[in-house]
């Protein structure tokens, strides 16, 4: 399930949107394209009947149920207070995507292409700053009203006005929706980034007729009028919602959705407590569950349904980047504003002994920002990055053009005192000064740490990199807080270090600037929690969404990636390129999973079979 908006890229030139359709006139001499990607290329023609990865004769009917997980800004949480997952006010119900038609949407077996839902083609300027979608007239919202060209500009409009930072910080170069008859054309920015006309037909329609005197930025739990495929069911805040398909569902036979969408019911369940969590999904009170825990992967599934084979356990490959997951240290705060300080504080923490003692050695250490992917940076800087890096020597650390950093590893102890000295070392470099067993900044204040959390799952990974803290004269504390407090600390940037994972896609976009730009530093409510604000960066996240080849943006990731790597803005976890699922055994699906994403559950259907079989019927 997504947790919000995709995230994909866009069509280079002309010449490459030429391999997508076929010329007619338009705008000024456009062409008109039945999906676009960024690089021109579309392994579906513009007659294909569905995408090949799902079963197009997959039944109808069933209930699909799974913990809440995951809302907007891919935060975990779980719980949810709030319907309107596009603003920032609240915690967002997970499935609401389900519930809205884009434009366009992503084809799970191709890097980055998408295809039309709402529009039938796309026209394209030959100066690219011009879109001019063609929709489907039988579009229609849940009450039979008709979805219209007008709903389209409204809601595009709306998102960059009062939308949640993580789409209005990144369609600011969206200059205008604008609606005529059965289209509705979309008018960029000179200089806009490669990406974002495809990050804009990949967002949520609303109905203007529906918000006409509603408070948008509202926190709401009334259900929404959309258009999508799901409408919301029965819910309980902070316990459970149910999406129900919408039996008239007017997209059901495009191309897009044909064998998708399968169970007449998506219900998430609400925990405060993974173990009481874990507790429910044995007694059967959901059907999936992805472990994302490697100690209840490895010892918790001995119980009886497994044993009985009425639960099964399945490790399926994850060929997507891995995303940055780790402890982010926010360099607003003074005393991490040394890059030195940070890296002290990052030796502090020993992968080898925690991947041993706590998660069975299921994991590999993060080292990139663009980990599992031909993105990541290694070695030395290639010819290629060095003329990105060159114009850009005199603000870069020398570290940028010598072997691409990485964690150091440890000797798996769990206090490494050679990477401790090392830590001590650097503390001592930016003119800290150890007294009476208390590290002291310059200006003698100590330094202390809190690390804020909205969960205690991470606590054990902690609490031992507490301690290593501790032995060079570092105080610090793990503190989780409730949902709504993490959430308005982290909109105000009110905290020394917290832990987050950002997914990532295999063609990243404008959505680097909203994690990684200095505009998005001081944006209250952005994804950039660490407070990166470095020309370099955002020079560099430019010819990364300007790149023209898949090679060029290759080049630009791997030196982008070099120059993070160097700043020390994050301590890095851990990752596992595959997914742990645990099913009751009432589902079937294609026979291979997407190469791009799981197909969970869109792709899968409900089994009566093998219900009946073991008795869930």
Request: hydrophobic share 40%; charged share 25%.
């Amino acid at each position: 399930m997504s947790a919000g908006p995709t995230r994909r890229t866009v069509v280079a030139g002309a010449a490459a949107v030429a391999l997508c359709g076929s010329s007619r006139e338009g705008i000024g001499q456009a062409r008109t394209a039945h999906g676009l990607s960024s690089f021109g290329d579309l392994k579906y023609q513009p007659d294909f009947r569905n995408f090949d990865y799902v079963d197009p004769m997959s039944p109808k009917g069933g209930r699909f149920s799974a913990q809440l997980t995951s809302t907007i800004g891919n935060q975990s949480s779980e719980t949810f207070n709030t319907l309107n997952i596009y603003v920032l006010r609240g915690d967002g119900a997970p499935g609401m995507n389900l519930t809205f038609d884009s434009l366009m949407v992503r084809a799970l077996d191709e890097p980055d292409a998408l295809y039309g839902l709402l529009a039938r083609s796309v026209e394209i300027s030959d100066d690219r700053l011009a879109y001019r979608f063609a929709l489907r007239p039988q579009a229609r919202f849940h009450d039979g009203s008709p979805l219209t060209a007008r709903d389209v500009a409204f809601s595009l409009m709306l998102l960059k006005e009062k939308g949640h930072p993580a789409i209005s910080q990144v369609i600011r170069d969206m200059v205008e929706a604008s609606a005529e008859a059965e289209t509705v054309t979309v008018r960029f920015a000179p200089g806009r980034s490669r990406d974002l006309p495809l990050f804009v037909a990949t967002l949520p329609v609303f109905s203007a007729d529906y918000y006409r005197g509603r408070d948008f930025e509202a926190s709401s739990l009334e259900p929404p009028l959309g258009s999508g495929s799901y409408q919301v069911g029965r819910l309980e805040s902070g316990r459970f919602i149910e999406l129900e398909r919408v039996r008239d569902y007017w997209g059901a036979d495009l191309p897009v959705n044909v064998g998708q969408n399968n169970f007449d019911a998506i219900r998430y369940e609400c925990f405060r407590d993974r173990q009481v969590a874990f507790e429910a999904f044995k007694g059967g009170a959901f059907t999936y569950r992805e472990e994302f825990t490697a100690k209840v992967w490895a010892t918790g599934y001995d119980f009886p349904a497994v044993k009985e084979g009425r639960v099964r356990r399945e490790i399926l490959p994850d060929k997507t980047p891995s995303g940055t997951q780790g402890w982010w240290i926010n360099t607003r705060r003074a005393a991490f504003k040394d890059r030195r300080v940070r890296e002290a504080i990052g030796l502090c923490f020993d992968f080898t002994w925690t991947n041993k003692n706590l998660m069975f050695e299921a994991y590999q250490r993060t080292a990139s920002y663009f980990e599992n992917s031909d993105l990541k940076a290694t070695g030395l800087p290639s010819p290629e990055e060095l003329a990105l890096l060159e114009p850009l020597r005199a603000t870069l650390l020398p570290e940028v053009f010598g072997e691409v950093w990485s964690p150091p590893e440890s000797d798996g102890s769990g206090q490494d005192r050679t990477l401790l000295g090392r830590a001590a070392g650097l503390l001592r470099e930016a003119g800290c000064v150890r007294s009476e067993g208390v590290q002291r900044l310059p200006d003698g204040k100590p330094i202390e740490i809190e690390f804020l959390d909205v969960t205690a799952s991470l606590e054990p990974h902690t609490l031992p990199f507490i301690r290593n803290l501790g032995l060079i004269g570092i105080k610090a504390r793990f503190r989780t807080v409730d949902a709504s407090q993490y959430q308005s600390r982290l909109k105000d940037f009110d905290f020394d270090i917290t832990s987050r994972r950002y997914s990532s896609g295999m063609t990243p976009g404008p959505e680097m600037r909203e994690i990684y730009g200095s505009r998005a530093a001081s944006t209250p409510g952005s994804n950039n929690l660490a407070g990166i604000a470095d020309p370099a960066v955002d020079a560099l996240i430019t010819a990364a969404t300007d790149a023209v080849s898949r090679p060029a943006l290759v080049t630009a990731c791997r030196a982008l990636d070099r120059v993070l790597r160097a700043g020390q803005y994050w301590v890095p976890m851990w990752y596992g390129a595959a997914h742990r699922i645990a099913v009751w055994d009432v589902f079937s699906r294609p026979a291979e999973p997407p190469p791009y994403g799981l197909g969970v559950p869109a792709t899968w259907w409900f089994d009566a079979a093998k219900a009946r079989r073991i008795g869930r019927i």
